[in-house]
């Protein structure tokens, strides 16, 4: 991981993409922070470095995607993240996402069903010295050996929601979903009440890769 470089030219033009979140409306500084503090474009090829800090998804390959700076932002802002929370990600991805929670401070625990796109989020996730806990596996699962999570985030297309995890979520957490069958999805945030109740607010039309079950390689 010698070979990356975060040069004033990274820099500048992350500041940028900074005020382009805030002028789109995410308002909690702590995020604006954590993405000045991890540069995008360590978790892209080369090939997209002059794109790194526009607001665009980007492909990272087994047939997935970088997400849209700005619907990370989202997601975030709509988990209400505090220090040392429990989080539960499902689809680790490029490992870009991880790292912001963590640099919220949350204790985070994500599941990728690609193995490489595992084995190469583990990479960048060491390279920050995060202690985020891995795992190679299906995400319709989830994690039962560490639940119950005070939150969850899901980073991809859910044609339903996944009794199972809120099965894994602590009473008063809070879940992020996009959920929808088709190329769009509505952004929905859970908040389980009880051990049998739970509520549904509605944020919104975005565009995820679908979440799949069966583990591949």
Do not use: W
């Not at 090829?45 to 087994?62: C, P, R, V």
């Not at 639940?147 to 929601?161: F, K, Q």
């Not at 996009?178 to 565009?207: N, W």
């Amino acid at each position: 991981m010698e070979h990356l470089k975060d040069t004033f030219k990274h820099k500048g033009r992350r500041r940028q993409l900074i005020q382009e979140l805030a002028e789109m409306g995410i308002q909690d500084e702590r995020i604006l922070n954590a993405f000045d503090a991890i540069p995008r474009h360590y978790f892209l090829d080369l090939a997209f470095d002059e794109q790194a800090y526009t607001n665009m998804a980007f492909q990272i390959g087994s047939g997935q995607t970088i997400s849209h700076p700005y619907t990370v932002a989202f997601q975030t802002e709509l988990l209400q993240i505090q220090k040392s929370q429990r989080i539960l990600e499902i689809g680790t991805g490029s490992g870009f996402q991880t790292c912001i929670l963590c640099a919220l401070g949350a204790k985070v625990f994500s599941i990728e069903r690609h193995q490489p796109l595992h084995t190469k989020a583990k990479r960048m996730i060491e390279f920050f010295s995060f202690n985020a806990s891995l795992f190679f596996g299906d995400g319709y699962k989830g994690n039962r050996v560490y639940a119950p999570y005070d939150r969850i985030l899901v980073t991809c297309g859910a044609p339903d929601i996944p009794i199972v995890l809120i099965e894994q979520l602590k009473v008063g957490g809070l879940m992020v979903i996009p959920v929808g069958e088709g190329a769009e999805q509505k952004m929905l945030r859970i908040h389980k009440s009880s051990d049998t109740d739970y509520s549904t607010e509605e944020f919104g039309t975005f565009k995820f890769v679908p979440m799949l079950e069966r583990t591949v390689k």
